[in-house]
C-alpha cells in the first residue's frame, strides 16, 4: 500500500507530504483545487511522462516520492530479476531538473523509467476518468476477462511463440519479395556470369599476353640485333671471341717467364668464357624468336576480349574480372536458395500455427470458463447501484488471423432494463452506466490481482443520491482487501470513508498554491456539509453529513 506521498515543487505544490491508510482514503476539494495535480505526481513515481514543464519554479527540481509497503505482494522476484536491493517498505522517487531531465530511483538507486513503470503498475492502479471510455476497447474487455482467468503465464508463453510466428512471416515475406525480384534479373546474371565463364580468364595472362605481345611484334628487331651480337662474338673472321683465343694462346706461353701473364691470362679467360655463352644465348634467342602474324593477331584478339570485359566492368585486372564472375555466380545460386528458404519458412510457419492454435484453445476454454461468473458478479453489482434489471453477456468471435492475445476477442453485450435488446456497451450505456459499469470491473479486477493500491479518480461520474450511497457500499467494501484512494464530489461516498482529505487552493505573496490536509471529525462534518448545500450550508445540511457520517 502507498503509505506516504512527498511532492517538492510540482505544478501549483510548493512543498507537501501526505500519509495514507490501508482502508478507503477520500479526496475532495473544489473542482480546479488541484486533485487532478495530485494525480500527476503520482503518475510520476510509476512512470508516466513528464517534462520541466511540471516544475513551479523553473530553477529548482521537481520531486515525487512514494513510500510503499510491499511485504504481502511477492516482490522479491521483480527485484532480483532488475538486481534492485529489496525492501519490504520500498521508495520510489522521480525527480525532473530545470533542463527537463528526467531520473527515477527505487530506494535509492538509480533505474530507467521502464524500470520504474513495471514496478509501478504492480503498485498502483489509476483510474481516471476517460478510462471510463476503455470499457468500450475490445482490447480492454478482452485484459478484464484474463485477468479474472488467471491467464496471465499461458500468455506470456503465447505471445513468445506469436513473436516467434510473426517473425518467421516476416522471414517469408521478405524471402518472397527477394526471389521475385532475383527471378527478374536471373537471366541479367546467368547472361553476364556466362560470358565471363565462356572467356576462361586466367588470374595472371593479360600481363603475360601483353608482354608476349610486344616480343612477337619486334620479333625481325630481336633477330636482327641478337643475330649481328653472334656474328660479331663468334662468326665472323675476326670475330672477337678469336681474337682472344689468340691473345690467350701467346699469353700462355709468358706465364713461366712473366708472373704478371698469368693473372691476365686468367682474367683473359674468364671474359672469353662469358663471351662465349653470351654468343651462345644469342643464337638461341635468334633462332627462337619467331615472326608470326598469325599469332599476334591470336593474342590481340584475346587482349581485346579482355580488355572490352574490363571496360563494360570498369576494372583495370582480370582478378577484378574472376571476382565479378564470382559474384554472379553466387547470385545465381542464392535464387535458388530463396526457393529452399520459403519453403522451410512455410513449414516452420505450419508447425508455429499448431502451437497457437493449441495455446490459443487453452487460452480461450479458461476464457470462457470465467465467462459466467464476470457475468453473474457484475450484475449482482449494478443491482446494488441502482440498475436492477442490468444484463450483461460475454460473446467471444473467433478471429481469422492469430493476434497478439489470441485467436478470439470478446465484446460486452448490457441492457439496463428489462426486454431490451442486449448491445455493445458503447452503443446502449449512459454515462451513470458507465461510472457504475466501470466500478464492478474494476471491483472484478481488484479480486482477481493481488494489487496493493486503487486510485478511482470520479469514478462516480454521473450518479448521485441512493446509488452513489451504493456505490460508496461497494468501495468501502474494497478497501478492506486493497487501499482506495477515492476522488469525488458525492457526500454520500465521502462519508464512507475511513481518512479524508481536503485539496485545497491559497493565494500567498501574490501567488496561488495547492495543498492538502487530513480533515479531523469536525471539519469533515463541514466539509460534507458543504458537499450537500455549499458554502453557506446550514444546521439541516450539518445533520445530515452527520447522519451519513454515522
Known sequence: MLKSLSIKNYALIDSLIIDFSGDLNILTGETGAGKSILLGALGLIIGQRADSSVLRDKTEKCSVEGIFDIRNYGMQSFFSENELDYDDVTILRREITPQGKSRAFINDTPVNVKILYDLGIKLIDIHSQHQNLDLNEKNYQLRVVDLVAGNGEILKVYNTEYKTYLALQDNLDKSLILAEQSKKDLDYFEFQFQQLDDAKLLPDEQLELELLLEKLTHAEEIRSVFG???????????????????????????????????????????????????????????????????????????????????????????????????????????????????????????????????????????????????????????????????????????????SPSGLDEVSYLFSANKNQELQEIGKIASGGEMSRLMLAIKTLITDARSLPTIVFDEIDTGVSGEVAVKMGQILEQMSKTVQVLNITHLPQIAAKGNNHFKVYKFDLNNQTFTSIKKLSDQERVEEIAQMLSGENYSNTAMETAKELLR
Open 228 to 402: 649481328m651480337a653472334y656474328q660479331a662474338l663468334s662468326e665472323d673472321e675476326r670475330s672477337v671471341l678469336s681474337v682472344l683465343k689468340e691473345n690467350l694462346t701467346s699469353i700462355g706461353k709468358l706465364k713461366s717467364v712473366l708472373p704478371e701473364a698469368e693473372q691476365i691470362f686468367n682474367r683473359m679467360e674468364s671474359v672469353y668464357l662469358e663471351l662465349k655463352d653470351l654468343a651462345s644465348e644469342s643464337l638461341v634467342i635468334e633462332e627462337r624468336t619467331e615472326n608470326n602474324p598469325e599469332k599476334i593477331v591470336l593474342v590481340n584478339q584475346r587482349l581485346d576480349l579482355i580488355y572490352s570485359l574490363q571496360q563494360k566492368h570498369r576494372v583495370s585486372t582480370v582478378a577484378e574480372l574472376l571476382q565479378i564472375q564470382a559474384e554472379f555466380e553466387a547470385k545465381i545460386h542464392l535464387v535458388s536458395s530463396y526457393d529452399q528458404d520459403i519453403e522451410e519458412y512455410r513449414k516452420k510457419i505450419v508447425a508455429q500455427k499448431e502451437i497457437l492454435t493449441e495455446l490459443a484453445g487453452k487460452i480461450l476454454l479458461k476464457r470462457k470458463a470465467v465467462g459466467p461468473q464476470i457475468e453473474s458478479k457484475v450484475i449482482d453489482i449494478l443491482r446494488n447501484v441502482g440498475i436492477p434489471n442490468a444484463a450483461l453477456q460475454l460473446k467471444f468471435t473467433h478471429l481469422s488471423e492469430f
